[in-house]
């Protein structure tokens, strides 16, 4: 089970939405850019129970230093686009082979996500683009709604404990819902660095 998951992407792709539904089974759409976020939560698997340290790195260009000293210390990352915006998609795609990189033969886990799965009316990147860039990649493909604990905690699933335990498939619900939770997780505390607030 990995115990340390780094969340990637371009500024503006909902990575803070995914952070806080996984640990705090709460969406919240408002948006701040973000240098880096530490949140943690307690998994039971198997009947043991494990702390997950998430990560939530800043997409903005700034922050590349910050991003490249996790590409090399992490051995597990979303990959996080948002389906709105074509060129979110391209920058987790360049942020891929960044990574790639400087990682050398250092074997990591990585899954793609295409995020805000329920602006459908606005969506500019196709599922079938990601999908194919996913297989190009060799890595694992989801589309979320950060509006949907389920699926949230199914995608982090894939990276946390890649080798099964995982739950089942649920459909996303309408913006604003969260489920009941899962039974197996405890609560999450959050624990945030630096912040930059956009005016």
């Known amino acids: 089970m990995v115990e340390a998951v780094v969340v990637l992407g371009g500024a503006g792709v909902g990575k803070s939405c995914l952070c806080i539904q996984y640990v705090l089974q709460h969406f919240s759409n408002s948006y701040s850019s973000t240098i880096e976020d530490v949140y943690t939560k307690q998994v039971v698997t198997d009947g043991v129970t494990r702390s997950v340290t998430v990560t939530e790195v800043g ?25 709105t915006d074509k060129k979110s998609f391209q920058a987790a795609l360049n942020i ?6 400087i990682k050398g033969s250092q074997p990591f886990t990585c899954v793609l996500v295409g995020n805000k799965v329920d602006l459908e009316a606005y969506r ?76």
């Open 96 to 101: 891929y082979e960044e990574m790639k990189r």
């Open 124 to 199: 500019e990147v196709s599922s079938e683009d990601g999908r194919a860039a996913a297989a190009e990649l060799g890595v694992p493909f989801m589309e979320v709604t950060a509006t949907s604990f389920p699926s949230v905690n199914y995608v982090f699933s894939k990276v946390v404990n890649p080798g099964g335990g995982t739950p089942p498939v649920q459909p996303c619900q309408p913006a604003g819902g969260a489920s009941a939770g899962d039974p197996k997780s405890t609560s999450a505390v959050k624990k945030r660095h630096t912040m930059c607030h956009v005016l």
């Open 59 to 83: 997409g903005k260009s700034i922050y590349e230093i910050v991003r490249q000293a996790y590409y090399a210390k992490e051995t597990a990352a979303l990959l996080v686009y948002s389906v």
